[in-house]
């Protein structure tokens, strides 16, 4: 059964910095894209940023600069690192992987299929 989990979520100031952790278990870790996704409230799910581990990463344009993902393999975990974090950060964010595609498929094609494994989330609150 695969597991996803995210952490080290909580309440910043702008301008601050947080880095946000996640777990994969029950499937072969370096074999499969993951990335990170965000639901502000009122508004539609989307992406943060991508790594499938074949190529550069994906960042939506409006964290470009500002926040870094990275996947440690042996230890099973994809990091976000978001630094200068702004009020409009604020959201739930939520890690996800997908067997719908391996690390050489291109993001659209990732999205298009879809990622079947989700975290429950962690809150990440910047303040003004």
């Known amino acids: 059964q695969v597991q996803v989990v995210e952490s080290g979520g909580g309440l910043v100031q702008a301008g601050g910095s947080l880095r946000l952790s996640c777990t994969a278990s029950g499937l072969t870790f370096d074999d499969y894209p993951m990335g990170w996704f965000r639901q502000a409230p009122g508004k539609r799910e989307g992406v943060a940023a991508l790594y499938s581990g074949g190529g550069s990463p994906y960042y939506a344009d409006s964290v470009k600069g500002r926040f870094t993902i990275s996947r440690d393999n042996a230890k099973n975990t994809l990091y976000l690192q978001m630094n200068s974090l702004k009020p409009e950060d604020t959201a739930m964010y939520y890690c996800?992987?997908?067997?719908?595609?391996?690390?050489?498929?291109?993001?659209?094609?990732?999205?298009?299929?879809?990622?079947?494994?989700w975290g429950q989330g962690t809150q990440v609150t910047v303040s003004s």
């Open positions: 996800a992987a997908t067997t719908r595609g391996c690390y050489y498929t291109d993001y659209r094609s990732l999205l298009a299929g879809g990622y079947n494994y």
